[in-house]
């Protein structure tokens, strides 16, 4: 089981407002690697309900490199293989939209979404939501910190992929019909 778990917090609506990210790498099964970067965003207008959720000022960041100076460091972990994020659909906006404030190139990569993945893994929850997931099957950790819900993510896999006994986030997603998507199509 190989993959990296990734999550983004915004300052406000704007998605390229990236202020954190979160990444954790999972190899043959195991977390290997964790990462935390506090990013400065590139207007720093921050939103009071962005600060509510994540709890991230702007004297938080206001020393930290933008997004751009993370990028190929970044990058690196996108190679590692295929990507994993609850509510994909946001960080993988969030992704392109940062990029595309920067004129970055938007790499090719497979990304899944462990909210399908739970959804399809533990039917019949009242809810997928990542802390009420965490809840089920017994974690704790801090809600819309970019680091903990990037690793509770990795750690929603690893349930799944015990569940269900498979060996390779491939074969998960083979098993539960869920078809990966590419970030740039």
Same mark, same amino acid.
């Given at each position: 089981?190989?993959? /990296?778990?990734?999550?983004? $917090?915004?300052?406000?609506?704007?998605?390229?407002? /990236?202020?954190?990210?979160?990444?954790?790498?999972? $190899?043959?099964?195991?977390?290997?690697?964790?990462?935390?970067?506090?990013?400065?965003?590139?207007?720093?207008?921050?939103?009071?309900?962005?600060?509510?959720?994540?709890?991230? +000022?702007?004297?938080?960041?206001?020393?930290?490199?933008?997004?751009?100076?993370?990028?190929?460091?970044?990058?690196?972990?996108?190679?590692?293989?295929?990507?994993?994020?609850?509510?994909?659909?946001?960080?993988?906006?969030?992704?392109?939209?940062?990029?595309?404030?920067?004129?970055?190139?938007?790499?090719?990569?497979?990304?899944?979404?462990?909210?399908?993945?739970?959804?399809?893994?533990?039917?019949?929850?009242?809810?997928?939501?990542?802390?009420?997931?965490?809840?089920?099957?017994?974690?704790?950790?801090?809600?819309?910190?970019?680091?903990?819900?990037?690793?509770?993510?990795?750690?929603?896999?690893?349930?799944?992929?015990? $569940?269900?006994?498979?060996?390779?986030?491939?074969?998960?997603?083979?098993?539960?019909?869920?078809?990966? +998507?590419?970030?740039?199509?």
């Amino acid at each position: 089981m190989n993959f /990296v778990a990734i999550d983004f $917090e915004t300052a406000n609506n704007d998605p390229a407002s /990236v202020c954190a990210l979160g990444i954790v790498v999972v $190899e043959n099964g195991k977390i290997t690697e964790k990462r935390y970067k506090l990013i400065r965003p590139n207007n720093m207008k921050f939103n009071w309900h962005n600060i509510r959720v994540h709890g991230i +000022k702007p004297k938080d960041v206001e020393n930290e490199p933008e997004f751009y100076r993370y990028w190929k460091s970044i990058k690196s972990y996108l190679k590692k293989g295929q990507i994993i994020a609850h509510n994909a659909a946001f960080d993988t906006a969030v992704l392109r939209a940062v990029l595309s404030k920067y004129n970055i190139e938007i790499p090719d990569f497979k990304y899944t979404c462990s909210v399908q993945i739970a959804r399809r893994t533990w039917k019949g929850w009242k809810s997928y939501s990542l802390n009420s997931v965490a809840d089920q099957l017994g974690f704790t950790f801090k809600h819309h910190h970019a680091l903990e819900d990037s690793e509770m993510c990795a750690n929603v896999v690893l349930e799944a992929s015990k $569940e269900l006994n498979v060996k390779s986030i491939e074969e998960l997603n083979t098993c539960l019909e869920i078809f990966p +998507k590419h970030l740039i199509k």
